[in-house]
């Protein structure tokens, strides 16, 4: 996520234009320099890939056959490092602004390249390379960039109606092929609409990845000691991220609340913008969509793999891991790629029962999960056994309801063949009017027997 407005999409704590930054000054968001030569930019990225041991994971998987869905600001799908790789979804916003427009699709065209850049050049040996150079990008457009003309009317829009559209969006990567959706944005609030959209995803075997937002340096994260929680990283079964530094200890930035499942680098991070540019990007957004990345290699080489598993393989694999196994800073600790894949193979083949739809909603990853003790098949001898104690318990039942018909039949005669009772007569069949001199006993008030 980077920073915007709380309750959307969080805008850039910080992007420099990597021509700047060679150059040696301090460039601003929106800079308009000319690019950084891409060979410059691939080299740039190799701490990173490093970091998250994504040149071996290259050997096993690139994302080949996986659409990741990108619910963002919009992609511009002709920049050189996209190029072939994008596939144009809804613009679902309610803004009207062209994909033309040079303010539309910043931040979303920063992480697709994160996530799917091919580069360019011979071989595609110059500019971006993604964490799955092979995936495609489905764009799917639900909130402008900040600088968009039409951010100001967005903003003013119901919270409802703003996620009820991100909900739709989720509904649509599921029916269009996504098997990764990746969203670098936040709410303040839940929906119950985007948590219909996810069980939606969940249900058919999505893995959804969100970042945990840029909260953490904020006065409340300081007075609360945790930052507020963000939307949908807190969903449960959506993997929450948080971002590091390059020496793995958590960015100052980076939101610290139980949201955070893992991390990802998060601070300068190398990302093609849809001028085309070369640009240094910082934020927990960079961080998820790295994350989406290595969740695209997992699909990819395993497509079956439950929502859950996936999880689980991300989160007991990682390196610099807190102590006690988990902290709210940074989870479980940041991603190996190739390590989560090891794991995923492993968890490929077990058949665990139990491991389902509803374990797709349980927050977090860590040891594997236990299976239950198997349930012994049952003989035909324990089944003849039955039986016979069943027919015996009925002629029981029989028995005693036979003695009981009888018993009654013999009491009716018995009665029929007594004599009458004598008849009881009132000691007093009238009252006596006051005054008068009644039957013996009588108050000159009447009397009635219960």
């Not at 320099?33 to 080299?43: E, F, I, M």
């Not at 910082?282 to 998820?288: D, E, I, R, V, W």
Request: include cysteine; glycine fraction near 12%; charge should be neutral.
């Amino acid at each position: 996520m980077l920073r915007l407005r709380a309750a959307t999409l969080a805008t850039a704590t910080c992007a420099l234009s990597l021509a700047a930054t060679f150059a040696g000054a301090l460039g601003v968001l929106g800079a308009t320099a000319p690019p950084a030569a891409a060979d410059s930019v691939r080299d740039g990225e190799q701490d990173v890939l490093s970091m998250l041991d994504v040149p071996a994971a290259w050997g096993v998987s690139q994302g080949q056959g996986v659409t990741v869905a990108v619910l963002d600001s919009g992609v511009q799908p002709t920049v050189s490092d996209l190029a072939g790789s994008v596939v144009a979804g809804p613009d679902l916003t309610g803004v009207s602004t062209p994909p033309g427009n040079a303010d539309w699709g910043q931040h979303g065209t920063w992480m697709a390249s994160i996530i799917a850049g091919h580069g360019h050049g011979f071989d595609g040996q110059d500019g971006i390379v993604g964490i799955a150079p092979k995936a495609r990008i489905l764009s799917v457009r639900v909130i402008p960039d900040r600088d968009d003309p039409g951010y100001s009317s967005y903003e003013r829009e119901p919270e409802d109606r703003v996620q009820d559209s991100l909900a739709q969006g989720i509904r649509y990567a599921v029916d269009h092929g996504a098997g990764v959706i990746s969203m670098s944005i936040g709410y303040g609030s839940p929906s119950a609409s985007v948590r219909s959209a996810l069980q939606y995803a969940y249900g058919h075997g999505v893995a959804v990845v969100a970042s945990s937002g840029n909260s953490g340096d904020t006065p409340t994260a300081s007075r609360d000691g945790y930052a507020p929680l963000k939307f949908p990283a807190d969903y449960p079964g959506v993997i929450g991220v948080a971002a590091v530094s390059s020496n793995g200890s958590v960015a100052g930035f980076s939101s610290d609340n139980l949201s955070v499942e893992v991390a990802a680098p998060g601070v300068s991070i190398s990302a093609q913008g849809r001028d085309g540019q070369y640009w240094l990007v910082t934020g927990t957004s960079p961080a998820c969509a790295l994350v989406a990345g290595v969740a695209a290699l997992i699909k990819s080489r395993f497509p079956g793999l439950a929502p859950n598993l996936l999880a689980r393989a991300l989160s007991s694999t990682t390196q610099f891991r807190p102590p006690g196994g988990y902290d709210q800073q940074v989870g479980f600790g940041t991603v190996n790629a190739a390590a989560a894949l090891g794991a995923a193979a492993q968890l490929s083949t077990q058949r665990v029962a139990g491991v389902g739809a509803t374990s797709a909603m349980a927050f977090g990853g860590g040891p594997a999960a236990v299976p239950p003790a198997p349930v012994r098949r049952r003989g035909s001898g324990r089944l003849v056994l039955f039986a016979v104690l069943a027919a015996g318990a009925l002629v029981l039942v029989v028995a005693a309801v036979s003695r009981l018909a009888v018993l009654s039949q013999l009491r009716r005669r018995q009665r029929q063949q007594q004599p009458p009772p004598p008849s009881v007569t009132a000691p007093f069949t009238a009252a006596s009017t006051p005054g008068s001199s009644g039957s013996p006993g009588s108050s000159g008030y009447p009397v009635r027997y219960d």
